[in-house]
C-alpha cells in the first residue's frame, strides 16, 4: 500500500504561482513514476506532468514552459511548481504513484482556483 497526501492548493490571481507537494508513505520502494493529474467536472482525470523513478519529467502540452515537476527521493515527495497560472489551470489536482505490482494509487486531491 502507498499513502499519498498532498497539500499546497488554493485560490490564485491569473499569473500567479503555486507549489503542490505530495509526501508518499508505505511501500514506496515499488513505485516506478510519481505525477499530478488534474480533473474538472464532466471531464475526464488527465496528466499534467509525470516523473519516473529514472529521471526525466513529461508535460502535458497545455502546461509546457509553466510548470516543473520535481521529486526527493530522501523525502518521499513530489512537487509541482506551476507558473503564470491561468483560469483553465482549475481544477483539482491529484497526486499519482504508478508501481508495477498494483497499478496507481492516488491522493485526495486539492483544489486549484485560477480567477479572472
Known amino acids: 500500500q502507498v499513502r499519498l497526501v498532498e497539500s499546497g492548493g488554493g485560490l490564485v490571481q491569473t499569473g500567479g504561482s503555486l507549489r503542490l507537494s505530495c509526501v508518499a508513505s508505505g511501500t514506496i520502494f515499488n513505485i516506478r513514476a510519481m505525477g499530478w493529474y488534474r480533473q474538472v467536472p464532466g471531464k475526464q482525470r488527465e496528466l499534467v506532468a509525470v516523473?519516473?523513478?529514472?529521471?526525466?519529467?513529461n508535460y502535458a502540452d497545455s502546461v509546457k514552459g509553466r510548470v516543473t515537476i520535481s521529486r526527493d527521493n530522501a523525502k518521499n515527495t513530489v512537487s509541482l511548481q506551476m507558473n503564470s497560472l491561468k483560469p483553465e489551470d482549475t481544477g483539482i489536482y491529484y497526486c499519482?504513484?504508478?508501481?508495477?505490482?498494483?497499478?496507481?494509487?492516488w491522493g485526495q486531491g486539492t483544489q486549484v482556483t485560477v480567477s479572472s
Open positions: 516523473i519516473p523513478s529514472s529521471g526525466g519529467a
Open positions: 499519482n504513484a504508478h508501481t508495477l505490482s498494483v497499478g496507481d494509487y
